[in-house]
């Protein structure tokens, strides 16, 4: 499997962006996707998920959607601020183990990251 991650920029505060991450080598439908970031000197923290059989979980002006036809995942981000600033990653888990969304370790496959910074 694997994924990359495109769409991270510079943009104003207060800006939108559209991160899309395309997935290959694998069934995409058939795994949980999320997205993930880190900040400079920061641990990598969870943004959103969206399990395959489809609920999801998002935090505060974050939008995480797929397209199981295009194979790729999408985040959206509005009303962007300088603390939203770091390195967006797109992450893959496929196991009947029990698991925990927000933790990296649980993911079986990252993509490369894409840098978003936000002026002020």
């Known amino acids: 499997v694997q994924l990359q991650a495109s769409g991270g920029g510079v943009v104003q505060a207060g800006g939108s962006l559209r991160l899309t991450c395309r997935f290959s080598?694998?069934?995409?439908?058939?795994?949980?996707m999320a997205w993930f970031r880190q900040a400079p000197g920061k641990e990598r923290e969870f943004v959103a998920v969206?399990?395959?059989t489809g609920p999801r979980t998002t935090r505060g002006r974050f939008t995480i959607s797929r397209d199981n036809v295009k194979n790729a995942l999408y985040l959206e981000v509005n009303s962007l601020k300088p603390e939203d600033t770091a390195v967006y990653y797109c992450?893959?888990?496929?196991?009947?183990?029990?698991?925990?969304?927000?933790?990296?370790?649980?993911?079986?496959?990252w993509g490369q990251g894409t840098q978003v910074t936000v002026s002020s």
């Open positions: 992450a893959a888990h496929s196991s009947w183990k029990p698991w925990r969304h927000e933790d990296p370790s649980d993911y079986n496959f």
């Open positions: 969206l399990t395959w």
């Open positions: 080598g694998g069934a995409f439908g058939n795994f949980d």
